[in-house]
């Protein structure tokens, strides 16, 4: 009776993980487990076949990169023995990468910083005094309350690899300054806002592809990272199923190595390729209409009346919503009529506006010649019949072997479908296609293409991981159009999404308000800000002088930066009156990294295994396409320096500042710290920083009050909170009533009303018409060219900005950067392990290209570009296609840094390629040098570099070039070891 | 010279998919992790930090490209011990360190019989050995010997460690001496290799080759365009008018 009581109770808590199992986590097939029989055999050998692994193991999440995987620590005396995969975490499901196995190094790495530091020297030579918390914080908070309390938008507050954008972005608000972002802008910003302003969500954290149903998977432009250990299981099991992968990268490495099909296409036209592909989709019908007609506005009526206002825009019935033309009625009816059987094509008069559906623009745009494979084949380096058989096996797959889940469920409409329909293509794409000018339309030509094919959303396609998909775009806009007031907390987030130049953040010329001019006419739709364009800015005081950059984990004076050396002299620059351009710089970071130097005050943060944080919904979410879920970090060790978690020292800040909602009515600091905070922070009544075990009693899942024991229930848990949704639940989340509802149960949506796919984007369409003079806010007229031009309301394909004015020859190879799989986003230099396996980089260049160009294997050559030159060593190969060179990324380091000693080949053989990288164009027709971005997100065009090669002379010496002064590793960070033997102790104590 | 025993009741080794392996390290700073704090703990690193950092590693991937006149790929070849039935390590070792386990057949190497006269390096055709500077001992892969058979770990976790952080599924373990083994199975469905079989030392390990690939050679018909007037929205009219 009593065993029947406990398993009833088990069964009441029960959600997915801990359902009875005999093997979990992803390998678990028979040739993965252990054997039949574990009993140690009889050897006499003397070997302890069981040694004591651990006292403890800590379930926490990685931070070698953004992936942010489940790890259990196990720790022995104090120290941490051993770091494995969480087999029950939706993230990796026991699998851990090669930065991950290696977090010991990172955690014991001799470049953490010890002690705040406040600069004693000229900036950038690094020299330090060692300063006590309560003086670095006093120093910190007197300077910002001076700011906030006369101009806080000369307060920039930029962040890098921060997992806690809810929080930082928060204190942003609530300081009053509209200079806030993290790096999303040089990152991958065209990827998540080309998405959202499309469908509602993108690849990697917005959406994984449907890895057990699909039977046919594209891989864009995946430099080896996004996102780590989901794609790296996907791809097994897609291998395990026989499922054809076709790769679309001008690199063969890592996944593109794996692949059926590798198409070595020439970098910044992948959006060229994918438009050819729906060209053949088109004029061969192989497209779903009724996919087309219920969820997209495919049907939805433009007007077309050229020169008009209104030419462009929907056509809109009373209540606001667009309209369609219903072919039973013969006469125009709302898209949200459920009962309608829209047409997709012809033209129509609706209140004497002359409209055409949307799809019959589309029809019209990509039918022509243009874009005929024919027409592209040369320009993406694809012959043309291998884009036409791509095609014809997209199309094979999508209708010839459409699959079906017998699961019924109900759409927004409330029409009843007794099964799921998948069309089982699938893609995924990431930097190699935003990190050019034209990424943004690429990413939308992709979204364009699944959704002609109707695959997002249903089995086999391409899923949504919710918060996601959301309104298309996002109702959130950018707040501090004024620039932020004295003490005055801006009226919302700094960051949003702007549909109408009414919502950009200029002032009444026309200028930007931000420092890094996200939302100016710059760059309009600068989803994430516009982080590589802030030290430019700031040094030029344009628009504006600021007094302080705080920088959060951002390595700005390195390989976070276009144009480094001139960045790095901005930086020390200083003006007339001999003060700096910049006057004052705080930085926080848990290692001596290459823009430590560079700070007047450093803030040393913890290793990820020596805090608290939270890995939220309202932030980056981790969730899995079943269901949303999240994360806890917990102090897994304690520090053994004096060090703070950032968080809990933005907090601390937050409270000296008596910013609203740090401090209490009477002043007081309202969270003890981090964990406090994540607690008890309620972002909107019962909407907090976690979503698992709310209410008083922990039993509320997303919507409840704080529950003072949350971060215990995490831990006893594992770490995370998953729901999974209902088999109903999980697919068409766009159009599904039972999905719609709990989404806005858990503050997903504001209503559970249907998101419908953008494929013509009215709010592009409303900066056009601005362009041509059209509304209250229009450009200046030297913008005017640039806004109609970009702001197409349909994706197109343009040449990548580098190639204009571009002769003949003059610079006639494409150079890019990718990062090795077990450094990607890791800091990974300083670790001990990784650096064994790359501590040096290669310039990798066709071997037809090398004899072309007279080079040999080995050479060391000049890489030139319109802007720099590096010296660098190179290597021959053959995956690569053969007008592109490349090269590992910051893996080239600045001598003195991260921990390493001076002889490190990271700084006599390793290079950078930013030194080649403009952070502007050349200057246009208007005498005007715009930043090198995409020109509708501002996403920093890093992959649009052209080169060309020279030979170096025997003379010039083996070393990379250019060469910089070494930096001076602060005294306090202790001499560096010639051997280390760690785990010895282990072994010492392991029969114990 | 060391002996080999005659037969072995289970001859436990890996089975490595080069069809899924994308080079990603995570068997090697796995392998690296655990066994620096395992059986033939620590696994040294000499210089960590400066200009030529060495050390000890059981696993290292290696990548390279195959091109011949038809074909050319990226391969990325984890290499480690591959426990043959016959090591030449072992017979050569002239104090019994290197011995070759009569129960599971995973070949080991006891230190305190080690002199690091590096003859087994030699003797080894596949690069597995691994020598540490610092102790004057070799050191080897050992299959995780204290993984696989420990009571203190969770019996589902008693697998080599690369085989449970491998991200792609790569990796796969067990008893080869079994032909109904999951392992044995896979490996036979999947046309594994012995590595450099000529040499007659019978590893045990088995690389299953990356599987033909499917690039243009499918009988799927090329697209044709709609037929009818008024083309691709000619023919969506009338489909929907239906």
């Known amino acids: ?117 406040l600069r004693v020297g000229p900036r950038g030579e690094g020299a330090f005094r060692e300063i006590e918390w309560e003086e670095a914080l006093t120093i910190a908070s007197t300077r910002l309350a001076h700011i906030r309390a006369t101009d806080p938008r000369k307060l920039a507050f930029f962040t890098g690899r921060d997992q806690s954008q809810a929080l930082t972005s928060w204190w942003a608000k609530q300081f009053g300054t509209p200079n806030f972002a993290a790096h999303g802008g040089f990152c991958s910003v065209n990827m998540a806002a080309g998405g959202l302003y499309s469908v509602g969500g993108s690849f990697w954290e917005f959406g994984e592809p ?19 250990n989901p794609i790296k299981i996907g791809l097994g099991k897609l291998k395990a199923r026989g499922v054809k992968i076709v790769s679309i990268n001008p690199c063969r490495t890592g996944y593109n190595a794996i692949a059926d099909d590798w198409i070595g296409i ?55 919503e667009a309209l369609v033309w219903d072919s039973l009625r013969n006469a125009p009816i709302s898209a949200r009529d459920g009962q309608a059987k829209p047409k997709l094509s012809g033209s129509f008069e609706v209140e004497g506006r002359h409209v055409v559906p949307v799809f019959q623009l589309i029809a019209e745009r990509y039918l022509k010649a243009d874009y005929a494979p024919d027409a592209v084949a040369e320009r993406c380096g694809i012959p ?38 998948g069309r089982p293509v699938s893609m995924h794409a990431m930097r190699g296609i935003s990190a050019h000018s034209n990424g943004f339309h690429t990413c939308r030509a992709i979204h364009l293409l699944q959704v002609l094919l109707g695959t997002i959303e249903v089995p086999g396609g391409f899923r949504f991981r919710p918060p996601f998909p959301k309104p298309v775009p996002p109702p959130d806009k950018p707040h501090g159009k004024d620039g932020g007031r004295p003490n005055t907390p801006l009226g919302g987030s700094p960051l949003g999404f702007v549909t109408d130049p009414e919502d950009l953040l200029i002032d009444a010329d026309g200028n930007a308000v931000r420092i890094d001019k996200a939302y100016s006419w710059e760059a309009p739709f600068a989803a994430h800000g516009l982080m590589h364009r802030v030290i430019r800015n700031a040094w030029a005081a344009d628009p504006y002088r600021i ?6 984990m951002a390595n700005m004076a390195w390989n976070s930066s276009m144009n480094t050396a001139e960045t790095i002299a901005m930086l020390t620059d200083k003006g007339d009156d001999g003060e700096y351009r910049i006057p004052f710089i705080i930085y926080s970071d848990a290692y001596h990294s290459e823009t430590v130097a560079y700070a007047d005050l450093v803030l040393p943060d913890t290793t990820y295994l020596e805090r608290h944080d939270c890995i939220s919904l309202l932030d980056r979410p981790i969730s899995h396409a079943d269901g949303p879920a999240d994360a806890i970090r917990q102090p897994v060790v304690l520090p053994d320096r004096d060090v703070r978690a950032f968080q809990t020292v933005l907090i601390d800040l937050g409270a000296r500042l008596k910013l609203p909602g740090f401090v209490e009515a009477d002043g007081q600091a309202k969270y003890r710290d981090y964990a406090d905070y994540i607690v008890r922070h309620e972002r909107a009544p019962g909407i907090g920083p976690l979503a698992g075990w709310r209410g008083e009693d922990g039993s509320a899942d997303g919507r409840g009050a704080p529950n003072p024991e949350q971060l215990t229930r995490y831990i006893e848990h594992g770490g995370f909170w998953h729901k999974t949704l209902s088999p109903e639940q999980r697919f068409y989340k766009m159009a599904n009533q039972a999905y719609l509802e709990f989404a806005t149960h858990m503050g997903f949506l504001a209503r559970p009303e249907p998101i419908i796919f953008q494929l013509y984007s009215e709010p592009l369409q409303k900066f056009r018409l601005a362009a041509l003079g059209h509304g209250k806010v229009v ?56 650096r064994q396996i790359t501590s040096e980089n290669r310039l990798f260049v066709h071997r037809q290209t090398a004899v072309r160009l007279g080079l040999a294997d080995d050479d060391w050559v000049w890489v030139e570009s319109r802007s720099g030159k590096v010296k660098g060593q190179i290597r021959l190969v053959d995956g690569v296609n053969p007008d592109t060179v490349w090269t590992w990324n910051a893996i080239g380091k600045r001598r003195g840094t991260w921990g390493l000693k001076e002889n490190a080949p990271e700084a006599s053989k390793g290079f950078l390629l930013n030194h080649a990288i403009a952070d502007l164009l050349p200057e246009d027709t208007n005498g005007v040098r715009h930043s090198n971005s995409d020109p509708v997100t501002g996403q920093a065009a890093w992959f649009d570099l052209r080169v060309r090669l020279k030979k170096c002379t025997a003379a010039e010496g083996s070393f990379s070039e250019p060469v910089f002064a070494p930096i001076k590793r602060p005294d306090g960070l202790g001499p560096l070891p010639d051997k280390l033997a760690f785990g010895a102790e282990f072994r010492r104590r392991g029969g114990a | 010279m060391t002996s080999l025993p005659k037969t072995t009741e289970r001859q436990l080794g890996l089975a490595i998919d ?57 391969i990325h070849f984890p290499r480690s011990c591959l426990h043959c039935a016959e090591p030449a390590c072992v017979t050569v070792c002239p104090t019994g360190a290197s011995y070759k386990r009569q129960s599971d057949g995973i070949v080991l190497v006891d230190e305190d019989k080690c002199i690091g006269c590096k003859l087994c390096s030699w003797a080894c055709p596949y690069g597995a050995r691994e020598f540490d500077d610092d102790v004057g001992v070799m050191k080897k892969c050992t299959l995780c010997i204290d993984r696989i058979y420990n009571e203190n770990l969770p019996e589902e976790n008693r697998v080599p460690a690369c085989v449970a952080a491998c991200p792609t599924g790569a990796r796969h373990f067990g008893d080869f001496s079994d032909p109904d083994s999951a392992v044995s199975v896979l490996s036979r469905e999947r046309g594994g290799v012995e590595l450099m079989a000529e040499l007659g030392y019978r590893p045990t390990n088995r690389y299953l080759p990356p599987r033909a690939r499917a690039c243009g050679d499918n009988n799927i018909a090329p697209l044709e365009a709609v037929a009818g007037e008024g083309g691709l929205l000619g023919w969506i009219d009338r489909l929907l008018s239906r």
């Open chain 1, 1 to 117: 009776m009593l065993a029947f009581l406990s398993y009833q109770l088990c069964q009441g808590s029960a959600s997915v993980m801990t359902e009875p199992r005999p093997f979990r986590g992803a390998n678990s097939r028979p040739s993965q487990r252990p054997l039949a029989d574990t009993r140690a055999p009889q050897e006499n050998d003397g070997v302890q076949t069981s040694p004591l692994v651990s006292d403890r193991i800590a379930k926490s999440t990685c931070y070698m990169c953004a992936c942010r995987c489940g790890i259990d620590v196990h720790i022995r005396d104090g120290k941490v023995r051993y770091i494995e995969g969480n087999k029950d975490h939706p993230v990796n499901q026991g699998v851990l990468c090669g930065k991950g196995s290696a977090g010991i190094m990172q955690h014991y790495s001799p470049a953490r910083l010890h002690k705040p530091l």
């Open chain 1, 210 to 228: 449907d890895w057990d149903n699909t039977r046919y998977f594209m891989l864009f432009g995946v430099a080896e990272d996004h996102d780590s």
């Open chain 1, 266 to 320: 020439r970098p910044g036209t992948d959006g060229l390729f994918v438009l050819a592909l729906v060209h053949e989709l088109l004029q061969a019908g192989k497209i779903d209409l009724d996919y087309l007609s219920r969820y997209t506005n495919a049907p939805q009526l433009v007007i077309r009346e050229a020169g008009a206002a209104d030419d462009g825009l929907f056509v809109r019935g009373q209540d606001g």
């Open chain 1, 384 to 421: 043309a019949a291998t884009i036409r058989r791509i095609a014809a096996e997209l199309a094979h797959v999508a209708f010839k072997e459409e699959i079906e889940l017998p699961v019924a469920w109900t759409d927004w409409a409330g029409r009843r479908h007794d099964t799921i329909k």
């Open chain 1, 547 to 552: 007094d302080t950059l705080f920088l959060y």
């Open chain 1, 779 to 834: 450009p200046p007229d030297a913008m005017r060219a640039r806004i109609e031009t970009y702001f197409d309301p349909l994706p197109f394909w343009y040449a990548p900005f580098e190639e204009d004015g571009l002769k003949e020859g003059d610079f006639p190879l494409h150079a890019l950067t990718q990062r090795p799989m077990h450094m990607y986003h890791s800091w990974g230099s300083q670790n001990a392990w990784l």
């Open chain 2, 18 to 74: 080069l069809d899924s392996c994308v080079g990603c390290q995570a068997c090697v700073t796995s392998c690296k992790e655990w066994n620096t704090g395992g059986h033939m703990a620590p696994l040294t690193d000499l210089d960590p930090y400066g200009e030529n950092p060495d050390g000890v590693w059981f696993n290292r991937v290696h990548t390279y490209e195959q091109v011949t006149e038809t074909k050319s790929r990226t």
